[in-house]
Every structure is written in structure tokens, then in C-alpha cells.
């Protein structure tokens, strides 16, 4: 536990388990590089090289999409669509109107959102297979106006895709879904192959070597949603927090994984020890809790008795998650200038942005959140500025472009401008 840190230890504090995804590209590029010249055949190699699976077909049918959806327990199907429906209407809230605006006399611009045509969603299996982040990608793709939309997701040793996920993506209508997981499905959505569409820009979570992926096919020209680490969660709690709530937060973001990391920032030392203790009391209940014990040993405990030495902190570290715990929450919200998504108040835990509240729960990490926004209708947009400029409007601002394209050595700029006002 810390109290009072002096700011010169901020800076080690707010440091963020670390890995060097360089490390990873010796074993990654020779995986791109394959699928690149073989294609399909390559993704089927490392399909069985992986995840133990031979597939004959990449592409899901129809009939497994049917027979996930019989499966799916009715409870969580009407859970999945309540949450569809919320992330849906905060999404479409986002959308723009085009504002046409006359400069001057006679010149006319205006921006346009474009969606994306071509874009590609990686949803992570294993033993936490992210319908959810589904949801969080799909539906604003899909308000956005991406014409294509292609998900990759792994299958199982016996060709099986997770039935709550192959269900979401039925529930969205999602065609182009691929049995692909890992360095390979990134490769694919990169490159193209005969089965799987090459797309412009690529979304989603997963482990380092999705990660490695996923930036070394950005340095060659497709796209990345946004610099990805470890999952994390911030906590501010003064005396009016639950330390049980707290502590339940903290947890809920431990049990992500070994290098999730968690801060606490409270205003006394008796409430951090407070939730100190239901930590270590709700820790032992956790199907999860050798994840979440790891995480937590790399997390924080932190005490500032200032509310703006508090919040200073806080927006250094600039979490991807932070939640204001206090019945002053929306007021002291007004001190955060630092954070991928914010929850206010005592009832307002993370897991409801994780699911079904609407925003969307795809965020900036390690730091990045000091100039990174979360997944949005944006993410999934061009926006094209036009402008057109009548003869009248030309002769007005004529005179300027010539003079500054002059002053900048540029004869065939100013001529452009110029050969037109004497016609």
C-alpha cells in the first residue's frame, strides 16, 4: 500500500505489466508470410497445427448456425438480445448529420461519414470466448455501413465454434464467419485468400501473438482498431464507497488474466484497507482466483487524501476503465480528462459497461488513453470532407489561395487558381 506517493513516484506506480511483442515476431512473420503465398491451405495447416482441428470447410453454414442457436440456453439468448438492443441504441446516437457550411459567399463544404467497406472482427475463443466483444464490434460496423463484414473466430479440436458466439453473430446477420483463430485468422483477413475476403482495417482482442499479428500486418498497410494490452480498471473511492462493491470491481477485472491490473486510489488508509479485506474474503469464492491472485500481485493500493492530487493521479495513469466510487461521482467526474470509459457512483460496476449498458467496451490501454478513444460508429468511418466553390465564390477567395501559393513556391497551385479567373 502506498500513501501519499510523491509525484516523482508516479511515473513507476502507473507502470503496466510489460511485453516486448517484438520478441514474437521471429515466430509470427514466417505464420503471415505462409498464408500470404498459400492461402487456404496454409490456414488449414496451422488450423490443425493449433488448435488441433482438421477443416475442410473455413466457413460456417447455415445449418451451424441453426443448431448453435437450438442450443443456446433461452435466457441467455433474450440476456444477449436486451444487450444488442441497449449497445444498438447508444451506437445510433452517434451518427452524423451532414452540416453543409458556407465559408464565404459562393464556397460550400461539407463532411461526409463513409463507412469502411471492408472490415474484419476477431473474436478470441478459449476459456472466455467474448460474444460480448461481438456485440461491441458488430452493431456499429453495421451502423456505420460496412458493405462486408468477415468474423474469424477458433473452433474447437472437433470443428465446433462456441454456440453463444456463433448465436450473436446469427443475431446480427453475419454471413462471412471463419472457423480461424490466432496469428492465422489475422493473416487472412490481411492478405485474402480464395475463401476468406481481404479487408481494409481490423478489430479485436487476443493474446500477444494475435497482438505481434495484428501490428506487423499494420506496418504493412491494413488497419488495427487501436494499440492493444492487458485489461484494467482504476477505482477511486472515498468514504461514501461500499468496500464490498469496490472490492467486487477489482476482481471482476483481476480475473481477466495474470497481466490484468487493477488500482485502487482511496481517500483513507481505512477504506483501502477495507477493501483490502473483501478482496481477500471474495477472492476465495472465484472459479478463477489463481488468475485473479496472479493479477494481483502487480495491482495497486494507493492513499491521497487530496481529491486533486487524486485525480492527478488518476489522469496520469489514464486507465481503460476507472470508476468513481462516491455519491459525488458526477461531480468529480468533471477533474477526469484520462480514461477509456467512466462509471459513476456506487451502482454503476464495470461489468455493466463490459455487457449491456450501450457504450461500448472495446478501450484504450496501457496509457494510450491519454489520446486513444474507445471503439465507436467512428471507428468504422471515413470521414471525406467536400467542398465546391462557385465562379463567384472562386473570385472572392481567389486572391488569397494565389497569394499563399506563391509565398510558398508553389507556381502550378497558384496557375490553378488563376487560369480559372481569367476565363
Same mark, same amino acid.
Given at each position: 500500500m502506498y500513501i501519499n506517493p510523491e509525484k516523482s513516484c508516479w511515473p513507476q506506480l502507473c507502470t503496466r505489466p510489460a511485453f516486448d511483442y517484438s520478441s514474437l515476431e521471429g515466430l509470427v512473420a514466417p505464420i503471415l508470410e505462409d498464408i500470404q503465398r498459400d492461402g487456404d491451405t496454409a490456414l488449414r495447416k496451422y488450423a490443425a497445427q493449433f488448435d488441433k482441428v482438421q477443416l475442410d470447410a473455413l466457413q460456417v453454414t447455415e445449418e451451424e448456425f441453426n443448431a448453435a442457436a437450438a442450443n443456446v440456453p433461452a435466457a441467455l439468448k433474450e440476456a444477449i438480445t436486451q444487450a444488442a438492443a441497449n449497445i444498438r441504441l447508444f451506437h445510433e446516437a452517434q451518427q452524423e448529420t451532414i452540416?453543409?457550411?458556407?465559408?464565404?459567399?459562393?464556397?460550400?463544404?461539407?463532411? !461526409?461519414?463513409?463507412?469502411?467497406?471492408?472490415? /474484419?472482427?476477431?473474436?478470441?475463443? %478459449?476459456? +472466455?470466448?467474448?460474444?460480448?466483444? &461481438?456485440?461491441? &464490434?458488430g452493431i456499429p460496423a453495421q451502423i456505420a455501413g460496412c458493405r462486408n463484414i468477415v468474423l474469424c473466430t477458433p473452433s474447437n479440436a472437433e470443428g465446433k465454434i462456441n454456440e453463444a458466439v456463433l448465436?450473436?453473430?446469427?443475431?446480427? %446477420?453475419? !454471413? @462471412?464467419?471463419? !472457423?480461424? /483463430?490466432?496469428?492465422?485468422?489475422?493473416?487472412?483477413?490481411?492478405? %485474402?485468400?480464395?475463401s476468406v475476403p481481404r479487408v481494409s482495417k481490423i478489430f479485436g482482442p487476443g493474446n500477444q501473438y494475435v497482438t505481434a499479428a495484428k501490428q506487423m500486418v499494420n506496418r504493412q498497410g491494413t488497419a488495427i482498431d487501436m494499440p492493444a494490452g492487458p485489461s484494467e480498471l482504476a477505482?477511486?473511492?472515498?468514504?461514501?464507497?461500499?468496500?464490498?462493491?469496490?472490492?467486487?470491481?477489482? &476482481?471482476s477485472q483481476a480475473e481477466h488474466g495474470v497481466d490484468s491490473q487493477v488500482m485502487l486510489v482511496a481517500s483513507s488508509e481505512k477504506i483501502a484497507l477495507a477493501v483490502q479485506e473483501e478482496v481477500n474474503k471474495q477472492l476465495q469464492d472465484l472459479p478463477r482466483k489463481e488468475l485473479a491472485a496472479m493479477a494481483l500481485t502487480h495491482s495497486r493500493y494507493v492513499v491521497m487524501e487530496s481529491i486533486?492530487?487524486?485525480?492527478?493521479? =488518476? @489522469?496520469?495513469?489514464?486507465?481503460?476503465?476507472?470508476?468513481? +466510487?462516491?455519491?459525488?461521482?458526477?461531480? =468529480?467526474?468533471? !477533474?477526469? #480528462? @484520462?480514461? /477509456?470509459? #467512466?462509471?459513476? /457512483?456506487?451502482?454503476?460496476?464495470?461489468? +455493466? %459497461?463490459?455487457y449491456a449498458s450501450g457504450t461500448n467496451h472495446t478501450l484504450p490501454t496501457n496509457g494510450y488513453a491519454k489520446a486513444y478513444s474507445g471503439v465507436s460508429v467512428d471507428s468504422f468511418v471515413k470521414k471525406i470532407t467536400f467542398q465546391q466553390l462557385s465562379k463567384e465564390g472562386l473570385a472572392l477567395i481567389g486572391n488569397t489561395v494565389e497569394l499563399m501559393a506563391a509565398a510558398e513556391g508553389l507556381e502550378a497551385h497558384r496557375n490553378a487558381v488563376a487560369i480559372r479567373r481569367k476565363g
Open positions: 452540416q453543409q457550411i458556407y465559408t464565404m459567399p459562393g464556397v460550400l463544404c461539407w463532411r !461526409k461519414s463513409v463507412g469502411i467497406s471492408d472490415v /474484419g472482427l476477431y473474436i478470441p475463443g %478459449g476459456t +472466455a470466448p467474448l460474444f460480448s466483444t &461481438l456485440l461491441m &464490434l448465436f450473436t453473430a446469427h443475431l446480427l %446477420g453475419l !454471413k @462471412n464467419v471463419f !472457423k480461424l /483463430g490466432g496469428v492465422q485468422a489475422i493473416g487472412a483477413m490481411a492478405y %485474402g485468400t480464395a477505482v477511486y473511492a472515498d468514504e461514501t464507497a461500499v468496500p464490498a462493491f469496490v472490492a467486487s470491481d477489482l &476482481l486533486d492530487t487524486s485525480f492527478d493521479f =488518476l @489522469n496520469e495513469y489514464a486507465a481503460e476503465h476507472l470508476i468513481i +466510487a462516491s455519491d459525488a461521482a458526477l461531480e =468529480l467526474s468533471e !477533474k477526469v #480528462i @484520462n480514461a /477509456g470509459s #467512466i462509471f459513476l /457512483g456506487n451502482y454503476s460496476p464495470e461489468s +455493466a %459497461g463490459d
